[in-house]
């Protein structure tokens, strides 16, 4: 089965910065890759995701990069703001194959 | 309009007492999900439904058993609580599974067993 690990899972840094969060996937045959974020006690909600087809996928200050070779991506936030801090969790997924694998998750503090 | 919506939100039992966990979609998806959140913030597939199938059963213990009886609905029933049981429980759900759609997530259900 697919196995998502995710890095780091804890991440503080100075409001304005920049935060790069990493997952890799073992199933070359994964080819939708979400990304979630999670408030202090809410849902997890798709903040941005990206097809295997595509390299890279930009939305505002967060932008997704796929690596199909070396089976990454990662998460980029820029100019980071305090209402950025959350846990993060990338996933996998396959046409038809009915789960999301989630990695561990990120905890994100963004530190005004 | 709440997309994804399961009760109670908060359920605190004695061990081995047996409850229920319900959980509604209107977005008109084929696919629900129950996910099971530990203390560490992991997010672990436990069953997987299409169409009111059961598609997906993640070596979960047979004290849970999920029922659906529409598409719209995908219920979660525990028997004989455990202490390990305590956690967060989301239900979700996709439009076609898996095939680069959104998983909705409800707002959570968390169980705590004393």
């Known amino acids: 089965g697919e196995n998502v690990e995710q890095h780091p899972s804890t991440l503080s840094v100075q409001e304005g910065d920049s935060a790069v969060i990493k997952c890799t996937y073992s199933d070359s045959a994964s080819n939708y890759f979400p990304w979630y974020k999670q408030e202090l006690g809410k849902r997890p909600q798709l903040i941005i995701d990206i097809r295997s087809n595509v390299g890279e996928k930009k939305d505002q200050r967060i932008a997704v990069t796929l690596n199909k070779t070396a089976k990454h991506f990662s998460l980029h936030i820029t100019e980071t703001q305090p209402e950025d801090s959350a846990v993060y969790f990338c996933a996998a997924s396959k046409d038809n194959f009915n789960k999301f694998y989630f990695g561990s998750g990120t905890k994100l503090n963004v530190k005004p | 309009d709440t997309a994804v919506s399961q009760t109670p939100k908060y359920l605190v039992t004695q061990m081995g007492n047996d409850k229920s966990i319900k959980c509604e979609q209107n977005?008109?998806?084929?696919?629900m999900y129950w996910y099971k959140q530990d203390s560490k913030k992991f997010l672990k597939i436990m069953f997987s439904y299409n169409n009111k199938e059961l598609i997906i059963n993640e070596t979960v213990p047979n004290r849970f058993s999920p029922k659906s009886p529409d598409k719209a609905h995908l219920n979660l029933h525990i028997n004989s609580l455990e202490l390990g049981d305590s956690a967060v429980y989301f239900c979700a759900s996709s439009q076609v599974p898996g095939a680069y759609t959104e998983a909705f997530f409800g707002q959570g259900t968390r169980l705590t067993v004393v």
């Open positions: 977005l008109g998806h084929d696919t």
